[in-house]
C-alpha cells in the first residue's frame, strides 16, 4: 500500500524537521514494515513550467514542429511532434539532464541538447506518459502534448511546484497489516504516527444525520450475519465533472486513478478512511434497496465489463428490479455513476470479511473494496467515511442537499474487554513498565483502561475489535511495541541437553542432496506443491487419489501434487529454451487422497504424505544411450555414497509416462520403492519438450534405509603399481554386462582385482546378432611389480572364464 506524508499531514501535524529515516524506522519497528520512502519530485528533476511563443514548421520534416519556448527568462528552440501544440500554451519541458521515456515506453533515458533532422533543440516537450503522468493527465489519441494552461504557474516553474509533487510516498507491505484493518487508510496510519511521537490528531469533519427523508429512501437487510451495517444516502444537485486537481493528485499519487468527481470522491474516502464506499445513479434504482443473497444462475455485468453467473453464497445489494452491485467487491454497470446522473444513493456499509473473500476469489475479481473488507473493518468506520464523505460533497457540489438518510444498524459492535495480570505482563515482558506509561501509550491507540490492583481492565476500541485484538497477549504486544522493542534488553534462554538426538532419515536426506548436488553436479530445485494440468495429462494421466484446492491460484492448477515428475518436466520445458543437455532435482512431499492419519489432533484428518525424492537428466536425442547410463550411475552408486541399503533394478511394472524399451523398476528387497525410465515421445510431445531426450527418476524417500553406522572398511593404497588392461570381446546382443561382472567377480587370482564396463558397440564391423564391449581389468601383486608376461597371462585367465561360460570371442586389445 502508498501512503502519501502530506496526506497523513491533514490528519497529524507533522514536525517540519522530521527524519524520515528515522520515521520509517519507527513506523517499521512498531506498527508496519515501511519498505521503501521515495520523495516524489525527484522523478521531475530538470523539469519546468514552458510557455511556446511560437510554433513553426520544421523544414525538413512534415510531422514535427519547431517551438519556440520560454523556459524561464530564456527562449528556446524545442522541436516536438505534438499534436495539440499551438501559441501560448503552456507545456511541461524536459531540460537537459532530466529523464523521460520515449513515447512513454522502455526506460528512462537522459534528455541532451541535440540536433533532429538538421534543427537544434534544447531539451523536449513532453507528453504526461513519457514523465509517468499519464494516469493524471490521460489521452486518447497519439502524440498529444501535456496541456498545463490552467495551471497558475509562470515560465521557468519547477514541474514538481506546479503540480504539488513535493511529496514523500511510503510503500508499506500489505503481509505486515494483513491482521490490522485499521491501517487500511491514512487515518489509521496517521493515528499510530501521533500515538509513537505524542501528537494530537485532527478530527474529521462531523456529518448532521438528522435529515428529512423526503426522498422516501428505504433500504432492507436480509442477511444481518453478511451485512452488519448498512448506511444510505441520497444526495441531489451534483452533476459529472472532474474532480478538482488536489483531489485527482492525492488520488494519483497512491496508485489509483481518478476518473470524475463523483467517483473520485468515494475512492478519495476509502484512501482516507480504510472504509470504502459506493455511488448508484438515484435515477436508476427501482424501488428500495435490498441487501440479499443473489439467486442461483442470476446475472449481473460488473463496471469492468465482466459478466457474472452469481451464487447464492454472493451477498448482492438490489432493488426492486435485480441485482445493482457485488456486495463489498464492485458495483454493476447498469446503476452507477453514468454521464447523465445527477443524483446519487450513496452506500457506506459493512460486510462480514470471510463471504467477500470467497466472493472476490470466486470470480477471480479482488478490488481495493474488497481487499479492505477482507481484513475485517469495523461497522463504526462507516461512520467516518459518512462524515467526509458528505463534507467533501458540499465542497465540490455547493448547492447540493442531502434528502434521504437510512442506517440499518441492528447489533452494535461489542468492544473486545481483556483483563491482564499485571505481574504476568511483567514476566512476560521482562520489565516492569509504570502504569501511567501504559496507561498514556495505549490511551493514545484508542484503548480505555482501569487499574484494580494487578489486574488491569482494558476495553479495546472499535477498531481494533474484529478479532484483532482479543486476548492479553495481544495487549502485551501492543505494550512492547508501543514502549520500543529496542528497550528491552535481551536474556539468554536457560535449557539444557539431556543428549544427542541422532535423525537418521533427516541426516540420510542431506546427504542425498549433497551426493546429487555436488558428486553428480545436479541442479536442485523447488515448485509449488501444486501441478499444471497439461503436465498432469501428459505424465500420470489420471487423476484418481489427487486432491484438489478449494481456491487455487489458477483455474489449471488445481490439483496438488502426488508426484513430483509433472512440476519436473515443467521445469525442463522452462530450461529447455536455455540449455542442451542440465539434469535437475526435487526433494519434497506428496500428497494422495489416502491413508487418512491424525497425528496433531484427532479431530483433524490428513491424507498420505510422503517425502519424494526425483529428478531429471536432459541431454541430445541422439545420445540417449550416455544419458540413460548417466541416471543409472547416479541412482545405482547413490546407496554406496550416502550409507544406506542397496538398490536393485527389474523390469515389472512399467510407467504409464516411459518408453517401451528404456524402462526400469528401483526396489530395495521385494518392495518397488521408484522407477527410472526415458521419457516416452508422446509424453515429452504433451509436455512441450521438443528437441531433448529427458531420462526421469523418482524415489520414494521414506522408504529408504539410512545405515545406523558406516560400513566402510579401509584398505591401504597399492605399494606396487596396478595396470590397468582393456580388452574387446564379441558376445551375443543380449547378454547383459551383469553376467559378465558375475563371471570376473568369481576369479580367485591374487593378481585380479577386478573388472569395469569400460563400452558396448554396435557397427559394420560386428556380425548381425553380436555386441562389442570393452572391458578394463585390475591387475597387480601386492608383493612387486609384474612383468609383461605375468600380466598377460592373468589377463587371459580372465578372458578363458568369459569364453567359456558366456561364449564371448576376442575381438583384439
Not at 790 to 810: D, H, M, P, T
Amino acid at each position: 500500500m502508498k501512503v502519501s506524508l502530506n496526506w497523513v499531514k491533514d490528519y497529524v501535524k507533522l514536525p517540519d524537521d522530521m527524519d524520515l529515516k528515522r520515521l520509517s524506522y519507527d513506523l517499521t519497528m512498531s506498527t508496519v514494515e515501511v519498505e521503501d520512502a521515495t520523495d516524489l519530485s525527484e522523478g521531475f528533476h530538470n523539469m519546468v513550467i514552458g510557455v511556446v511563443q511560437q510554433v513553426q514548421q520544421h523544414p525538413n520534416a512534415d510531422k514535427l514542429r519547431v517551438c519556440k519556448t520560454d523556459i524561464g527568462g530564456e527562449i528556446k528552440d524545442i522541436v516536438c511532434g505534438g499534436i495539440n501544440l499551438r501559441d501560448g500554451m503552456k507545456v511541461a519541458v524536459a531540460l537537459p539532464g532530466a529523464h523521460c521515456r520515449w513515447h512513454g515506453e522502455g526506460e528512462p533515458v537522459e534528455i541532451k541538447a541535440s540536433k533532429l533532422r538538421g534543427v537544434e533543440s534544447y531539451g523536449m516537450i513532453c507528453a504526461s506518459s513519457e514523465i509517468g503522468l499519464f494516469d493524471l493527465f490521460p489521452f486518447t489519441e497519439e502524440a498529444t502534448i501535456l496541456d498545463l494552461s490552467d495551471f497558475d504557474a509562470p515560465a521557468g516553474t519547477p514541474l514538481a511546484d506546479a503540480l504539488d509533487l513535493h511529496d514523500i510516498i511510503l510503500e508499506i507491505d500489505n503481509k505486515s497489516m494483513t491482521n490490522r484493518p485499521d491501517l487500511w487508510g491514512h487515518y489509521g496510519i496517521a493515528r499510530e504516527i501521533a500515538a509513537l511521537y505524542d501528537l494530537p490528531m485532527n478530527p474529521l469533519p462531523p456529518f448532521d444525520r438528522n435529515v428529512e427523508n423526503t426522498a422516501g429512501l428505504t433500504i432492507t437487510v436480509e442477511d444481518s450475519d453478511r451485512c452488519p451495517r448498512m448506511t444510505g444516502t441520497q444526495i441531489e444537485g451534483l452533476s459529472v465533472k472532474p474532480a478538482p486537481y488536489w483531489m485527482q493528485n492525492r488520488i494519483w499519487k497512491v496508485g489509483m486513478r481518478p476518473i470524475n468527481a463523483l467517483v473520485d470522491i468515494t475512492n478519495y474516502v476509502m484512501l482516507a478512511t480504510g472504509q470504502p464506499s459506493h455511488a448508484y445513479d438515484s435515477d436508476h434504482i427501482a424501488g428500495h434497496i435490498i441487501v440479499r443473497r443473489a439467486d442461483e444462475g442470476e446475472k449481473l455485468r460488473l463496471l469492468n465489463g465482466k459478466d457474472l453467473p452469481l451464487s447464492t453464497d454472493d451477498l448482492v445489494i438490489a432493488d426492486d428490479a435485480g441485482v445493482v452491485g457485488l456486495a463489498g467487491v464492485m458495483g454493476g454497470a447498469k446503476d452507477s455513476i453514468l454521464p447523465t446522473t445527477n443524483k446519487v444513493i450513496l452506500e457506506v456499509a459493512n460486510f462480514q470479511a470471510a463471504g467477500i473473500r470467497r466472493t472476490a476469489l470466486r470470480y477471480d475479481n479482488r478490488t481495493e473494496a474488497s481487499a479492505r473488507y477482507e481484513k475485517a473493518i469495523d461497522p463504526e468506520r462507516c461512520d467516518q467515511a459518512l462524515d467526509l464523505s458528505i463534507a467533501l460533497f458540499a465542497e465540490l457540489y455547493p448547492e447540493m442537499k442531502v434528502t434521504g438518510f437510512v442506517d440499518c444498524y441492528p447489533h452494535k459492535l461489542q468492544q473486545a474487554e481483556i483483563d491482564v495480570s499485571l505481574t504476568w505482563l511483567e514476566r512476560r515482558l521482562g520489565k516492569r513498565i509504570p502504569n501511567e506509561d501504559i496507561a498514556k501509550k495505549l490511551g493514545e491507540l484508542g484503548y480505555s483502561l482501569t487499574f484494580d490492583g494487578d489486574n488491569l481492565h482494558i476495553v479495546v476500541p472499535t477498531w481494533r475489535s474484529t478479532g484483532d485484538v482479543s486476548i492479553k497477549a495481544d495487549i502485551m504486544e501492543e505494550v512492547a511495541r508501543m514502549y520500543g522493542y529496542e528497550n528491552f534488553r535481551a536474556a539468554p534462554i536457560t535449557t539444557s541437553f539431556d543428549g544427542a538426538i541422532n535423525q537418521l532419515d533427516k541426516d540420510l536426506e542431506r546427504r542425498i542432496k549433497e551426493y546429487l548436488a555436488i558428486r553428480c553436479g545436479m541442479q536442485e530445485i523447488f515448485t509449488y506443491p501444486w501441478m499444471t494440468d497439461q503436465y498432469v495429462s501428459a505424465i500420470l494421466q489420471d487423476t484418481t487419489g489427487i486432491l484438489s484446492l478449494s481456491t487455487p491460484p489458477s483455474p489449471d492448477e488445481s490439483l496438488i501434487r502426488s508426484s513430483l515428475l509433472p512440476n519436473l518436466c515443467k521445469a525442463v520445458v522452462k530450461n529447455e529454451r536455455f540449455f542442451t543437455e542440465f539434469s535437475i532435482f526435487e526433494c519434497a512431499q506428496v500428497f494422495r487422497d489416502a491413508d487418512y492419519t491424525t497425528p496433531y489432533d484427532s479431530r483433524e484428518k490428513l491424507p498420505s504424505q510422503r517425502k519424494n525424492i526425483a529428478g531429471a537428466f536432459a541431454g541430445d536425442s541422439k545420445n540417449v544411450t550416455d544419458l540413460f547410463r548417466r541416471a543409472k550411475g547416479v541412482i545405482e552408486s547413490m546407496p554406496r555414497y550416502t550409507h544406506m541399503e542397496g538398490f536393485t533394478f527389474r523390469q515389472e511394472e512399467k510407467p504409464l509416462w516411459a518408453d517401451d524399451v528404456v524402462w526400469l523398476n528401483i526396489c530395495l528387497g521385494d518392495k518397488h520403492i521408484g522407477s527410472l525410465a526415458l521419457l516416452n515421445k508422446k509424453a515429452s510431445m504433451a509436455c512441450g519438450i521438443k528437441n531433448l531426450s529427458v531420462m526421469l527418476f523418482e524415489l520414494d524417500a521414506d522408504a529408504l534405509v539410512p545405515f545406523r553406522s558406516r560400513t566402510n572398511s579401509f584398505t591401504h593404497l597399492a605399494e606396487y603399481p596396478m595396470t590397468d588392461y582393456d580388452v574387446s570381446l564379441l558376445f551375443d546382443a543380449e547378454t547383459q554386462w551383469a553376467d559378465m561382472q558375475r563371471i570376473l567377480s568369481g576369479i580367485h587370482n591374487e593378481l585380479f582385482h577386478g573388472a569395469a564396463f569400460v563400452d558396448e558397440y554396435h557397427g559394420k564391423q560386428i556380425p548381425e546378432g553380436k555386441k562389442s564391449v570393452t572391458i578394463r581389468l585390475t591387475i597387480g601383486s601386492t608383493e612387486k611389480t609384474l612383468t609383461s608376461a605375468e600380466i598377460e597371462a592373468c589377463a587371459a585367465s580372465a578372458v578363458k572364464k568369459l569364453v567359456k561360460n558366456l561364449g564371448a570371442e576376442l575381438r583384439g586389445k
